[in-house]
């Protein structure tokens, strides 16, 4: 950065501009409407030339001839800023100029053949930081989403364009420098994330590039461990949060660099108390999300079981603030495929923390992007994994025990979610069917994906629970679900006809082993029953 003195001439003489002296103003006299003003505004309007590729090149070559001048009389003028501070602001009122552009990006083509990006992404390491915000605003205008909505081509020639400029190294660099105590270098902080944003939307691979080429992904943690919050903080969250969501390789970079700790300590601050806005309340979820996004590598689980957070879960849990259902979601991807983390959930009383809300006491809070139902749907798939992953010992007996107190209330609370959630399916069956008799033709890996978003996975894990007890060799158990089924006037077959399609649609993502592993364990259920 430049000289204090030259910072000051530059935002003073911004700020003169915008801050006439209109004591004289003949609004006074016109009821508190100055007619002059409104007769040049007008004269403006009618003078304003049409975005075509000859506008373009006018506004380009201006900009350049101003850049020039900047470029000159700091070389000429290096130790005195009041020299080269007039050419600064006259460059600045190009960038500005520029912003127009983003009303027309049917012209992002030709703004690229004129070979303007590398001089606009320079300007990101201009000695004024003011310079430099001016280009992250007008990065921000030219690929705002509403801007580049229904343009996809013009968009990706601009990104891939500003990409091949090394314009996420230019930002983050920038971005490094800008201070948390000046408004406007907060503002630019925010445009910077902005833009990272705008660039991932048009262009997905950016967020694996963003996090290989620059410390993005090291800034952001810095900012998410920062315990007061503001505007920025909650940004941050987001982004990571877009980062994460679908990139193993950040999942993992993220956690060889503490981001599971991090992460864990973010959310820690809000275990016994609630967010103090709706800002607040939305940094805190994004939080939550990088968390169940950053548990999904197996080596996350390990770290997230290392540092404590299962127990960190229960304690959210049972101080049953907003964090509630993030907590029973938290717990969720931690635990799928992974017996140890149902293992310590067992040792440290989780059995007492999750059970009551699978008897449908789930806590109420202010958090209604948590609704009962998807926590119902967490709670299923959290009892699931802890019969896949609980398989032997005091650890499997105290499992099922929870299964037999209070007169089999659990096997009852699990009829009742299994026949809600097969008459729900069963609706959708025959919605789908009614759909292809009015020709509506659809194939069978769409109908079993519509399904699935009705309830079927729910209710195929009901049925694993189900085998899981079956198989128990618990007489007081089997009898308890025999009179249940006839109750419903349902038979053992029902239930193996939901093992059966869910045993023929399991994936491979985890490889043929382990797809062939989870195979055979539905196959014994199915010939149990």
């Known amino acids: 950065m430049e000289a204090t003195d030259e910072r000051n001439h530059y935002t003073a003489k911004r700020k003169r501009d915008s801050n006439e002296d209109v004591d004289d103003s003949p609004a006074v006299a016109n009821g508190g409407v100055d007619f002059s003003l409104l007769e040049d505004i007008e004269k403006s309007q009618n003078s304003v030339e049409v975005l075509d590729v000859k506008t373009l090149k006018k506004l380009v070559l201006s900009f350049e001839r101003r850049l020039r ?3 000159a009389a700091r070389l000429k003028y290096p130790d ?72 996809d081509e013009p968009a990706r020639i601009l990104v891939d364009c500003l990409i091949e400029n090394n314009v996420l190294e230019s930002l983050l660099q920038n971005l490094l420098r800008l201070s948390e105590t000046d408004p406007d270098e907060v503002a630019a902080v925010y445009s910077t994330l902005s833009t990272i944003e705008n660039l991932i ?79 607040e309340e939305e940094m805190v979820e994004n939080l939550f999300d990088c968390l169940c996004c950053l548990l999904m590598p197996l080596e996350n689980k390990e770290r997230f079981l290392k540092a404590e957070g299962v127990e960190l879960m229960i304690i959210i849990m049972n101080q049953k603030k907003l964090c509630y259902g993030s907590a029973i979601r938290a717990l969720d991807f931690a635990m799928t495929n992974y017996p140890p983390a ?104 769409e109908k079993y994906n519509r399904k699935l978003e009705s309830g079927l996975y729910s209710l195929q894990l009901i049925a694993v629970i189900l085998g899981h007890l079956w198989t128990s060799e618990h007489p007081r158990i089997k009898a308890r679900i025999e009179l249940l089924l006839k109750q419903q006037k349902l038979t053992k077959t029902d239930v193996k006809n939901v093992l059966q399609e869910y045993h023929d649609n399991i994936g491979d993502l985890d490889g043929p082993d382990e797809k062939e592993k989870a195979q055979t364990k539905i196959q014994r259920f199915i010939a149990s029953l």
């Open 342 to 445: 149902c293992e310590r959930f067992v040792d440290v009383m989780g059995l007492k923390t999750a059970f009551p809300a699978f008897m449908g006491k789930i806590p109420t809070t202010k958090n209604k992007k948590r609704s009962k139902e998807e926590l119902e749907e967490r709670l299923i798939s959290l009892v699931a994994s802890l019969f896949g992953g609980v398989l032997r010992g005091s650890r499997r007996e105290r499992l099922l025990s929870k299964f037999v107190e209070n007169e089999y209330e659990k096997i009852d609370r699990l009829m009742e979610l299994y026949m809600r959630y097969s008459n729900r399916v069963k609706e959708e069956s025959k919605r789908l069917n009614d759909l292809e008799l009015d020709d509506l033709e659809m194939d069978e890996d």
């Open 80 to 151: 005195q800023p009041e020299k080269f501070a007039d050419s600064e602001i006259e460059l600045h009122e190009e960038i500005e100029k520029l912003k127009i552009l983003a009303g027309a990006p049917e012209l992002y083509p030709d703004l690229v053949n004129l070979n303007t990006i590398p001089a606009i992404l320079d300007l990101l390491t201009h000695d004024n930081t003011d310079i430099a915000i001016d280009v992250v605003g007008l990065l921000q205008d030219l690929t705002d989403e509403d801007v580049l909505d229904e343009n």
């Open 69 to 71: 001048d900047n470029i």
């Open 201 to 279: 939307e048009v262009k997905p691979a950016v967020a694996e590039m963003v996090c290989e080429r620059t410390k993005l992904l090291r800034w952001i943690i810095g900012k998410i461990k920062v315990r007061e919050f503001d505007s920025n903080k909650q940004y941050a969250s987001e982004i990571l949060a877009i980062l994460l969501q679908s990139s193993v390789a950040n999942q993992k970079r993220l956690g060889q660099m503490n981001g599971v700790d991090v992460v864990l300590q973010a959310v820690a601050m809000y275990k016994s108390r609630d967010p103090k806005s709706l800002d």
